[in-house]
């Protein structure tokens, strides 16, 4: 019984990011719930059940989902996502070939750190546009979720998100902003509503590149829960295996309709405050996951939170996205006087934000016909950054900070010079 409970409350700290990206994206939240306890099985299968973590719905993924959909439609996002996936499990086999340290060197922090700022303020109308329906809520819910990540004490400071909706939705029910009739109307038990992906070469492409900060995230996810549980799991089972559970559940996600998967650094904030280390508490949680993910009224309740609650609570997750971008290159000490490093990034920044796209139409190649794709966005800002970080040169200092470096000195030597003569 205890580990039920254990395992319950993994998927109740996992629940508030789980099911809003799909809100966000508008995919069917019981499909990413399902989707997500599926790809925690497929990944305790592959990493043999010694890696506690659970695995559900990626923020990475949504402005390139927004995006994706718009542009090729949400069958051929799903394709793309697909395909993603498989990228990941691309890297778990380069990874167990050459090693971690061989793909660090095409995705340093100056390629993956803009990457990342890229995807959080790409996001930032989609959340202003959803909290100026009603700011008041959208304001209640953000400062409630503050409130919590700074004061908040065990499980409470690990579900901001939850408790942000949770208040905001209370407040909401007595100004009749809430509309019960998906709830009634709904039945208790239904199938999902699963889609499955119809071929896109330019969703493919475009979404691809998208992967490649997932699965730097990834890589500090594993070492995180390494430490956690004073094992290396980048050793064993490896961080190639890691890569493959993760790549897989998320193309099965994508191929049912699902937001893709990613490892929830919160479950293993829990796992740390509860010294629950056991990877079978991550199979409960997964298999708790599936069975509401066919409570109808559960999915139907979801929908009923008013969009300027989700629009507060985006506007906190999506400038932390960005600041994690600059994190990632804080601690790895990117050199920004460095020229190669400067334009990498501030080309990447405005291609990214700016919405720079490159479209070609249908074409033939070695006899097969390929439709028209786009590759615009985050997706066309990755493509460059790797790309750029391959043929720039190195070591090559910015100009004007050799300048400044020399007239610092220079003052300095004046400065020592000064108090040599007083001495």
């Known amino acids: 019984m205890k580990r039920i409970i254990l395992g319950c409350q993994m998927l109740f700290v996992a629940f508030g990011a789980l099911v809003l990206v799909p809100m966000i994206v508008g995919f069917d939240p019981s499909v990413a719930l399902f989707t997500a306890g599926v790809g925690t ?3 305790q299968i592959i990493t043999r059940g010694q890696v506690p973590i659970f695995l559900a719905s990626s923020f990475a993924y949504i402005a390139p989902i927004l995006l994706a959909t718009k542009i090729y439609g949400l069958r051929g996002a799903l394709c793309g996502l697909m395909a993603a996936g498989i990228g990941k499990i691309i890297a778990g086999c380069l990874v167990k070939k050459f ?8 995705l340093p922090a100056i390629v993956v750190g803009p990457i990342i700022i890229i995807i959080g ?3 930032a109308p989609v959340a202003i546009e959803m909290a100026a329906g009603n700011m008041f809520l959208a304001v209640i819910a953000l400062l409630v979720a503050v409130m919590v990540i700074i004061f908040g004490k065990g499980l409470l400071k690990l579900i901001p998100i939850i408790a942000g909706i949770f208040i905001g939705y209370l407040i909401a029910l007595p100004m009749g902003l809430v509309d019960f009739s998906p709830v009634t109307e709904a039945s208790w038990f239904q199938i999902p509503s699963f889609v499955f992906p119809k071929f896109s070469l330019g969703a493919i492409i475009f979404m691809v590149p998208v992967a490649i900060a997932p699965t730097i995230e990834h890589f500090g996810d594993i070492l995180a829960i ?3 549980c004073k094992k290396d799991f980048m050793k064993n089972p490896g961080l190639h295996r890691t890569l493959w559970g993760d790549g897989i559940a998320t193309s099965f996600a994508g191929l049912l309709g699902g937001p893709p998967n990613t490892t929830y650094s919160e479950v293993s904030g829990a796992v740390l405050l509860l010294k629950a280390t056991d990877p079978k508490l991550m199979t409960i949680a997964a298999f708790f996951a599936i069975g509401l993910s066919f409570i109808g009224k559960i999915g139907a309740l979801l929908q009923t939170i008013p969009a300027p609650i989700m629009g507060g609570i985006e506007i906190l997750l999506f400038g932390m996205i960005a600041n994690i971008g600059l994190q990632h290159m804080i ?4 050199d920004m006087g460095q020229a190669r490093n400067l334009i990498i990034g501030a080309i990447m920044l405005v291609l990214g934000i700016g919405g720079a796209a490159l479209h070609t139409d249908s074409f033939t190649f070695l006899g097969l016909t390929f439709g028209e794709f786009t590759l615009e966005g985050i997706g066309l ?8 970080n391959i043929i720039l040169p190195r070591g090559i200092t910015v100009n004007a900070d050799i300048e400044e470096e020399a007239e610092e000195k220079k003052e300095e030597t004046a400065g020592e010079t000064v108090l040599a003569e007083r001495s």
């Not at 601690?331 to 990117?334: C, D, F, P, T």
């Open 41 to 43: 099985l497929i990944f």
């Open 99 to 106: 090693g971690v340290d061989t793909i660090k060197k095409y």
């Open 121 to 123: 303020l790409s996001l």
């Open 226 to 228: 390494s430490e956690i």
């Open 331 to 334: 601690k790895r000490r990117v």
């Open 381 to 388: 800002a990755g493509v460059v950054g790797v790309v750029l």
